[in-house]
């Protein structure tokens, strides 16, 4: 009897495992300090590490011959077993959350058929009040438009829903000419660039290659945007195909591996920039370089192909790519790429790439957004993942230039979504929230809407919000709020995609499914 009772304190450590657990969760919820994939990390680790130390301890103390033991150890390997039989992981939400359906449910895209192109007999035409919209985060690449004057009384001029149908997976964005929308979508075993016609939504023409990009976290498919110069379009698929084409007929003109010369690996979660396009000259027309980033470190940071023929002109830089887009600017006076590698950012000569200023930004985890150039030879640069947020100045240094801390913060911690900039004030999402920050220091104006892992973009001086439920936002931000001015329920299914604005026409997609509104403009 006495050996029965000193065997409690057996299953009263038991019972205390899962209540540190989850202290040690609650206080890690409860930390700001942390962000929310960090904290979803951190709590898993903390779930997992409890069910082990459980496990152990009543295999060990509390079991109580060798047939329970056997039994007890037995029982995990049959459960994952069978729950791996039962389910498979499909990508996570922006914070981690992993999704799980049926083993034996197929991808959505390898649900659908090829596409069925219809070449025009003529010439597409651009609909009434449209705008080209050529580039990953719009014309400027800056990530706003300008010259478009939305309504914003959405409950008496409602969006007018144009047209909408499924899409392959990818996480890229659309982009348009004229009359002509293209994006890049994964159909089976294919990886597709698509033309639709912007008023209708029937697809122009589809050229394919036979790849697939999959990954257990980010989901499968293209990341980058396409680029529109002149009437040829430039992609980049997730495995590092380069490719350019005619933009009215998708007939290839060339193609290059960026990956193979020299030989470098893709990064974890694919290759993700979008082509920026150097004009030979300033405000050259299709005369120029495409510039897209290298493969996984180490290797070129930078790679830079001829417009007309796809031949390398130049590489630059040793420190490996990040998954963000370089950006054409000006500095001190000068035409100059800047980019966001893996551990650096750096200021480039576009002629031959060599390296005007570097900046260190350690950290092992993925920076995604793009710099953004403010003016006054200034440069914000963001990023989630603990390494924050960074405005840099660049300042004259013998033959080159250096770049400056102004200041530095985690007020805009931007995991891979991009800020927008109006009034010495920078909008965007932090760590899932809708916030803006104060550009003079770094401080935190406000955080309002929570919308998880979205997209912004700037529209004169309002902004449109994708949240990552699908769901449209029209937000009227300033320097003291924000107020949201109407909600469209535009897709209902993870979305990680950034919208394209034509003018007043609104495209949005997802790795489902692909829709375009009419929205109300003054």
Same mark, same amino acid.
């Given at each position: &009897? ?11 450590? #038991? ?34 590490? @409890? ?21 007890? *150890? ?143 976290? *980010? ?10 110069? *002149? ?20 007939? &290839? ?14 990064? #974890? ?14 405000? *050259? ?23 007309? @023929? ?76 603990? &390494? ?23 007020? &805009? ?57 699908? @769901? ?51």
């Amino acid at each position: &009897m006495e050996s029965k009772r000193r065997g409690w304190w057996r299953w009263i450590v #038991l019972g205390l495992l899962p209540v540190i657990g989850y202290g040690i969760i609650r206080l890690v919820w409860l930390n700001d300090g942390l962000e929310e994939n960090m904290r979803g990390m951190t709590s898993a680790l903390t779930i997992a590490m @409890t069910i082990l130390l459980s496990f152990l301890w009543t295999l060990i103390f509390i079991t109580p011959n060798w047939k329970w033991r056997l039994a007890v *150890g037995v029982a995990p390997f049959v459960f994952f077993t069978v729950f791996f039989s039962l389910f498979k992981f499909t990508g996570s939400e922006g914070n981690g959350t992993p999704n799980l359906v049926w083993r034996w449910e197929k991808a959505a895209d390898e649900t659908l058929g090829k596409i069925k192109a219809e070449a025009p007999k003529e010439k597409i035409k651009a609909p009434e009040g449209s705008q080209d919209f050529l580039r990953f985060l719009g014309n400027s690449g800056q990530n706003r438009v300008d010259g478009v004057t939305l309504d914003r009384d959405w409950k008496a001029k409602p969006p007018r829903e144009v047209w909408r149908h499924e899409v392959g997976a990818a996480w890229t964005g659309f982009v348009v000419s004229g009359g002509i929308a293209l994006t890049q979508e994964q159909r089976g075993p294919d990886e597709l660039v698509v033309a639709y016609e912007l008023a209708s939504g029937k697809p122009l023409w589809s050229h394919s290659r036979a790849v697939r990009f999959s990954e257990s976290q *980010g989901g499968d498919g293209p990341r980058a945007t396409p680029t529109i110069v *002149g009437e040829r379009v430039f992609v980049m698929g997730a495995t590092g195909w380069l490719a350019c084409h005619e933009l009215a007929s998708g007939k &290839m003109v060339w193609e290059k591996d960026v990956l193979a010369d020299p030989v470098a690996k893709n990064p #974890l979660w694919a290759k993700s920039c979008s082509p920026l396009f150097v004009p030979e000259k300033p405000g *050259g027309k299709d005369e120029g370089k495409i510039i897209v980033s290298g493969g996984d470190k180490p290797g070129p940071a930078l790679l830079a192909f001829d417009s007309k @023929t796809g031949s390398k002109v130049w590489q630059a830089g040793e420190d490996g790519a990040s998954y963000a887009t370089p950006v054409l600017t000006m500095l001190l006076g000068k035409e100059v790429v800047v980019s966001v590698n893996a551990t650096t950012v750096t200021v480039h000569d576009p002629v031959a790439g060599k390296i005007l200023a570097t900046h260190p930004w350690e950290g092992n985890w993925p920076k995604c957004s793009d710099p953004i150039p403010i003016g006054g030879d200034k440069i914000l640069v963001t990023a989630g993942y603990q &390494m924050g947020d960074h405005l840099l100045q660049a300042k004259a240094a013998g033959d080159g230039m250096m770049l400056e801390v102004v200041w530095s913060g985690k007020g &805009m911690r931007t995991g891979f979504n991009n800020v927008t900039v109006r009034d010495n004030v920078a909008y965007g999402i932090d760590d899932s929230i809708l916030a803006a920050i104060d550009l003079k220091d770094g401080k935190r104006l406000w955080k309002s809407e929570r919308v998880g892992s979205g997209q912004v973009l700037g529209v004169g001086d309002l902004l449109l919000v994708q949240t990552e439920p699908g @769901t449209i936002l029209l937000v009227e931000g300033t320097a003291k709020q924000s107020k949201v001015l109407g909600k469209l329920k535009a897709l209902d299914s993870k979305t990680w995609t950034n919208l394209c604005l034509a003018g007043k026409w609104l495209v949005a997609r997802n790795d489902r499914e692909a829709v375009c509104y009419e929205l109300p403009v003054k």
